[in-house]
């Protein structure tokens, strides 16, 4: 049983800072792209920024600059650092992880859909202006 658990969400000021993680578990990390969607109130789900199994990283433009992705894979957790928080970075993030061996991780970033891969139950954050 494949699971993601996500915690370090919380509510900040704008400009401020958190450090999202997501653990997972029984999971093979060949080929395989992390990343990180966030879904506002009233809005489509998103994706904010994915790793592959090589490293390659890609963001989303409006967060580029401020957020850092990144993984530990001897203890399976991907992190998401983020930066100079804005209130339209306010929303539930989530964790998903997916085979994307045919994908290059922008594309899997773009078009990853709940309905496949795995995912984690969400952390929320709030940003306060």
């Known amino acids: 049983q494949v699971q993601l658990v996500e915690s370090g969400g919380g509510s900040v000021q704008a400009g401020g800072s958190l450090r999202l993680s997501c653990v997972w578990s029984a999971y093979s990390l060949r080929r395989t792209c992390l990343g990180w969607f966030r879904q506002a109130p009233g809005k489509q789900r998103e994706g904010v920024a994915g790793i592959d199994s090589d490293g390659s990283v890609s963001y989303r433009d409006s967060v580029k600059g401020r957020f850092t992705i990144s993984k530990d894979s001897a203890k399976t957790t991907l992190y998401l650092q983020m930066n100079n928080l804005k209130p339209e970075d306010t929303g539930m993030y989530y964790c998903?992880?997916?085979?994307?061996?045919?994908?290059?991780?922008?594309?899997?970033?773009?078009?990853?859909?709940?309905?496949?891969?795995?995912w984690g139950q969400g952390t929320q954050v709030t940003v306060s202006s």
């Open positions: 998903a992880a997916e085979n994307c061996a045919l994908r290059v991780v922008s594309s899997w970033l773009a078009t990853a859909d709940p309905s496949s891969g795995y």
